[in-house]
């Protein structure tokens, strides 16, 4: 592990509230990431991109920005919408492995 992670998982242990901030804006963050390699496997704009999935353009880029977190409906309805499904899986920290899918 490295110092970061290090810091991470102590501070975690130690202050609840901490933790629930940190594993928030993570989640934002990698909603940004999803949504970003989404949009940009399309070949498309955010306009454009927006249009496709019928969310205002605002919406995307919040998202992409990690200013929003969207809700699982919100990300599935802009991924099928893209010709694409949603997948959420479950998996057990320590070994990286998929548990439930």
Do not use: H
Request: glycine letters at 4%; zero cysteines; aromatic letters at 6%.
């Amino acid at each position: 592990m490295s110092r970061v992670d290090d810091y991470i998982q102590k501070k975690s242990l130690e202050d609840k509230d901490w933790k629930s901030s940190f594993e928030e804006e993570y989640n934002k963050l990698r909603m940004s990431a999803i949504m970003t390699e989404l949009r940009e496997s399309t070949g498309m704009n955010k306009s454009q991109f927006a249009e496709l999935v019928g969310k205002p353009r605002t919406t995307i880029d919040r998202i992409e920005k990690g200013k929003m977190n969207p809700s699982t409906e919100l990300m599935d309805e802009i991924a099928t919408r893209a010709g694409k499904k949603l997948v959420i899986k479950i998996v057990d920290i320590n070994a990286n492995e998929s548990v439930y899918s």
